[in-house]
C-alpha cells in the first residue's frame, strides 16, 4: 500500500471520529440519562402512592396519611390497654380520680390508673419533653404531670420523627395534637399547648406508628 493511501485512510478515519465525537457531544451524558431515569422513577412512584390512597378512601394531600398501623407496637400497647380497662369496668373495678370528676372513669376511657404525684400542683406553663430512649422507646419526660386549674401544658418534640398527644376517648377533658416533629431546617422543637380547665386525671398517648408513649395530666383547684 502506498504512503499516499495510508494518509487517505489516516485522513478519512480521523475525520470520521471527529464526527462521532461531535455527535456524541451534543446528547445527553451517561449521568444526564441516570438522572432523569431516577426523576421519572419517583414521579411514577409518587403518582402510584396518590392513587393507592384515593383507593383506600384517604386524602392523598393531607399532610400526614399513616397514624399507627394496625401492626405496629403502639396499635398493640393501645390494645392491650383497652381491653385491659374494659375487662376491670366489667367486674366493677373503677379506679377514682381518672378520666375526670364522675366516679367511673375508667370504664369512660382512662387507659390506666394514675397516683397523683405528692407535692404542690405547679402552674403557668408545664413543658413536657417527648424523648426517645434507645430500645425502651418514646417517653413523655414526666410522664405525669400534676397542674393547678388554669394552666397550660406544652409537649415539645425536638427530633425530626412524628408524635402526638391524644387524650384517650370518653373522659371529661379531651384533646388531639395530630403530628408534632420538628422540620428539616426548623432551629427550634415543635410544640403543642394545652390549657386544662377541668379537675380530674386524664390519660393520654402518642398515636405514631413505633410510639408506645403515654401520660397523664393530673389538673387539680388552686
Not at 52 to 73: E, L
Not at 75 to 82: D, G, I, L, M
Not at 141 to 146: A, H, L, M, N, R
Amino acid at each position: 500500500m502506498s504512503i499516499r493511501t495510508r494518509m487517505i485512510l489516516v485522513l478519512a478515519g480521523a475525520l470520521a471520529l471527529t464526527t462521532i465525537f461531535a455527535a456524541c457531544g451534543g446528547g445527553p451524558t451517561t449521568v444526564e440519562i441516570v438522572q432523569t431515569s431516577q426523576a421519572q422513577n419517583k414521579l411514577d412512584n409518587a403518582q402510584a402512592t396518590r392513587e393507592a390512597v384515593i383507593a383506600a378512601g384517604g386524602d392523598p394531600d393531607a399532610q400526614v396519611q399513616v397514624v399507627v398501623g394496625s401492626n405496629s407496637a403502639a396499635a398493640q400497647a393501645a390494645a392491650e390497654r383497652n381491653a385491659e380497662a374494659t375487662a376491670q369496668a366489667e367486674q366493677g373495678i373503677i379506679s377514682s380520680g381518672v378520666g375526670g370528676a364522675s366516679s367511673d372513669e375508667l370504664a369512660q376511657g382512662a387507659a390506666f390508673e394514675v397516683t397523683v404525684p405528692d407535692g404542690a400542683a405547679e402552674s403557668g406553663e408545664i413543658t413536657v419533653d417527648i424523648q426517645t430512649f434507645g430500645a425502651e422507646g418514646t417517653k413523655f419526660v414526666p410522664d405525669i404531670v400534676k397542674i393547678s386549674v388554669g394552666s397550660t401544658v406544652t409537649w415539645s418534640n425536638d427530633r425530626r420523627s412524628a408524635s402526638s398527644s391524644t387524650a384517650h376517648p370518653g373522659q371529661d377533658d379531651s384533646w388531639d395534637s395530630d403530628a408534632i416533629s420538628k422540620g428539616t431546617f426548623d432551629k427550634e422543637p415543635a410544640t403543642f399547648s394545652y390549657t386544662f380547665n377541668v379537675e380530674g386525671c386524664f390519660t393520654y398517648e402518642s398515636q405514631f406508628s413505633g410510639d408506645v408513649a403515654q401520660g397523664a395530666v393530673c389538673v387539680v383547684a388552686e
